[in-house]
């Protein structure tokens, strides 16, 4: 089946300027994390939805940034007047529920969105 | 709080010869579970090996192994015989299992593996 995909692939805007973007999913995937992916910071996650609720925005570096998820599916992540450390590539992942107590169900990652704020 | 540490910032080989790469890491959960992942120039992060903290028995798989130790907190990767297309950045990573914040992982920075004919 389908992997976790990302859109836009790359996205160049202007500093001060809003983006959007969109994460889908695998299938069936009930839980869905956002990650970024810069020089300065390295990997670092952002939130996780379960459902359409997100339990976890600790990582989200300021209210520029918010994130949404619909349907228990698409997610948009969204960041309001762009800046220039904002540049970094911004990497989706889902699983099946994560499970309660021990256990893990494996994160698939999708191939990211490069964003580029000049 | 949790920590990733990789030391190796990058690391340089030449085909054939065997390469470890290194790991610590911190926290405070007595279940959680280890991780790498290889990032190769396409960018997209694949999946390596799992590791649960009550297991530390040592596993292969082909050309990989890793070294789980709890008493140093390290959960080593070697490659034998390493090959060009070997040739990557590699993440160690930990998740604290289950909590609010489902599995969320926190990464090291990244060891970029060259390896050269």
Redesign the interface.
Same mark, same amino acid.
């Given at each position: 089946g389908a992997g976790v995909s990302q859109s836009p692939s790359n996205k160049v805007t202007e500093k001060g300027k809003d983006v959007e973007l969109r994460c889908d999913p695998i299938s069936g995937h009930t839980a869905l994390y956002w990650y970024r992916q810069s020089l300065g910071q390295g990997l670092e996650f952002l939130i996780y939805f379960q459902g359409n609720s997100a339990p976890d925005k600790s990582g989200l570096p300021s209210d520029r940034f918010s994130a949404e998820r619909t349907g228990g599916s698409v997610s948009t992540l969204t960041i309001q007047r762009t800046q220039q450390e904002d540049s970094a590539v911004y990497l989706c992942a889902s699983s099946l529920v994560p499970l309660a107590g021990v256990g893990y169900n494996e994160q698939f990652f999708g191939p990211g969105t490069r964003l580029t704020v000049l | 709080a949790q920590k990733v540490t990789q030391a190796q910032t990058e690391i340089s080989v030449v085909e054939k010869e065997d390469v470890t790469l290194d790991c610590v890491y911190e926290t405070r959960d007595t279940?959680y579970?280890l991780f790498w992942y290889k990032q190769p120039p /396409? +960018?997209? @992060?694949v999946?390596l090996i799992?590791r %649960?903290s009550f297991d530390e028995q040592n596993e292969i798989s082909g050309r990989y192994s890793w070294n789980f130790q709890k008493s140093t907190s390290s959960f080593n990767f070697t490659i034998t015989a390493s090959q060009v297309v070997d040739s990557a950045v590699y993440?160690c990573?930990l /998740?604290g299992? #289950?909590?609010? !914040? +489902? %599995?969320? @992982?926190? #990464? +090291?920075? !990244?060891t970029q593996l060259k390896v050269e004919l």
């Open positions: - | 279940t579970y /396409s +960018g997209e @992060l999946f799992r %649960n993440f990573a /998740s299992g #289950f909590r609010g !914040g +489902g %599995n969320k @992982l926190t #990464f +090291g920075t !990244g």
